[in-house]
Nanobody
Framework: VQLQASGGGLVQPGGSLRLSCVVSGSIFSNYIMGWSRQAPGKQRLTIATITTGGRTLYTESVEGRFTISKDNAKNTVYLQMDGLKPEDTGIYYC????????????WGQGTLVTVSS
């Protein structure tokens, strides 16, 4: 397994979760890492990316609430999610892409996040 995501679960609105993704070294060092979300009945959406140099980008709906980061020593990418809303519910996938303009080449298995009271 090249991308192994974990950390999903059930959380109340306003709560927090942290997702983790352990990545094989060859991918972690050479690709832009990110997280995509597939909400029920909707297409997958890239919500956050981080370059090898640490530059981050977010989709507007999560800007200011979610933080993507990475630990180079552990080959791990994180997604800290604060102020969660019901519309954040979905399956979250760890991804790796060559450039910001391409679709992900690698996908993790997905972890389910449910925001509900």
């Amino acid at each position: 397994v090249q991308l192994q995501a974990s950390g999903g679960g059930l959380v109340q609105p306003g709560g927090s979760l942290r997702l983790s993704c352990v990545v094989s070294g060859s991918i972690f060092s050479n690709y832009i890492m990110g997280w995509s979300r597939q909400a029920p009945g909707k297409q997958r959406l890239t919500i956050a990316t981080i370059t090898t140099g640490g530059r981050t980008l977010y989709t507007e709906s999560v800007e200011g609430r979610f933080t993507i980061s990475k630990d180079n020593a552990k080959n791990t990418v994180y997604l800290q999610m604060d102020g969660l809303k019901p519309e954040d519910t979905g399956i979250y996938y760890c991804t790796a892409r060559a450039t910001q303009f391409e679709q992900p080449k690698y996908w993790g298995q997905g972890t389910l996040v449910t925001v509900s009271s």
